[in-house]
């Protein structure tokens, strides 16, 4: 399978328009399929499954202009698959055991 380079879309608030073009996640990290993307507040979260090996891998950025990212790190766990990613963000709210 071919190794694919992470790449995000973005939309243009002032005009509400997505750019023209894909735009790689700095890091030149390699995937074989689709990543997954998630937004909490100003944070934008990236995961991806490596090309090489089927780890799992996350970046992030809250950088507005999408120019300053955090750096890919492996998810906790070392766990291997042979499918993409997906990402949600929850909440728990209250309280447990009431």
């Known amino acids: 399978m071919a190794n ?3 790449c995000y879309g973005a939309n243009r608030n002032d005009k509400q328009q997505w750019l023209s073009k894909w735009i790689p996640v700095p890091g030149g990290f390699g995937t074989t ?3 997954a ?8 979260y990236v995961a991806a499954r490596k ?3 089927g780890t799992i891998w ?7 202009s999408l120019q300053q990212w ?10 291997v698959t042979e ?16």
């Open 70 to 79: 955090a750096g890919w790190s492996q998810i906790p766990g070392g766990g």
């Open 58 to 64: 996350l970046d992030q950025t809250n950088d507005v």
């Open 4 to 6: 694919l380079q992470c």
């Open 51 to 53: 090309a090489d090996d």
């Open 83 to 98: 499918f993409s990613p997906a990402s949600a963000i929850t909440r728990l709210v209250g309280s447990v055991g009431r």
């Open 33 to 35: 399929g689709f990543s």
């Open 37 to 44: 993307v998630t937004i909490d507040g100003n944070t934008v």
